[in-house]
């Protein structure tokens, strides 16, 4: 008998203080286009989305926070630039690796979220 394994990501949940106001900010600042019901669908037009557990005491995102969600996008720069534009606040760090390029802000109730640029195609 084979054994059943999930097939990629199939939602974030987010809890907010007012999840209109929050709906909103995601909508003008990282293009989600929000359905009536609330939230959005995601095109997923690569294989990869990832799933990571970090130790309780990492500093990889803030303590208060339990979960970071990681979005993909096109061009890191042009995004970061549109979010300070914005005057949203951004990490001024940027880390370069085989896995791409990472980069850092947060939304309008201080969640921190990852943005990921992977490599060129080779």
Do not use: C
Request: glycine share 8%; net charge negative.
């Amino acid at each position: 008998m084979s054994r059943e394994k999930v097939l990629g990501l199939g939602g974030v949940f987010i809890r907010a203080k007012n999840a209109e106001a929050l709906r909103k900010w995601y909508f003008r600042h990282l293009g989600l286009d929000i359905t009536e019901w609330g939230g959005a669908i995601l095109p997923n037009d690569t294989p990869e989305t990832y799933w990571s557990v970090f130790e309780e005491k990492s500093d990889y995102m803030p303590r208060r926070q339990m979960t970071m969600l990681n979005w993909r996008v096109a061009n890191l720069d042009r995004m970061l630039d549109q979010l300070r534009a914005a005057d949203i606040r951004v990490e001024e760090r940027i880390e370069e690796s085989e896995q791409g390029r990472f980069g850092w802000a947060y939304d309008l109730e201080g969640n921190k979220f990852e943005l990921w640029e992977p490599p060129a195609a080779a």
